[in-house]
């Protein structure tokens, strides 16, 4: 298995998870309007991290698995790794690379702060389903052809 593919199994969770989650939430939504009285004059915003302690758990525990497993083995840890063997300062390393891997962390969270006021959540998870699935089929083929 070639190093560059190693991300490939993080898309491959991820993308059809991302298509998928939005029909769990609709079903599971319905199952709760059978047994509860729905308000009238309030319709059910969609809340994929809500601000009870399970869900706010869940959130945290969505965003590590798929964070992790997306980064694992890709050229940021080989970098990183490399620069720790050369250095003499691994814990400066590690510093740095925690840094950066917050800042960008922090674009993204903020970025998609910005895309949700501006697009609906049904369009944004729809996009980034097809988006990681594209990524997930490229790297795949460059797996397959090479």
Known sequence: MK???LPLIGLVV??????IEPALKNSSSRSRSAT???SA?????PQPCQTSNLGTWACFSSTFLTIFLAEMGDKTQLATLLMSAESQSPWI????AAV???ATSLIGVLLGRWLAT???PKTLETAAGALLLCIS???LWDVVHF
Do not use: C, D, Q, Y
């Open 100 to 102: 950066a891997l917050i």
């Open 3 to 5: 190093l560059s593919s």
């Open 41 to 45: 004059t309030r319709p059910e915003k």
């Open 36 to 38: 509860a009285p729905k």
């Open 137 to 139: 089929i490229m790297l």
């Open 93 to 96: 390393v590690f510093a740095g």
């Open 14 to 19: 991820t993308a059809p998870l991302t298509l």
């Open 118 to 120: 501006r697009l609906s």
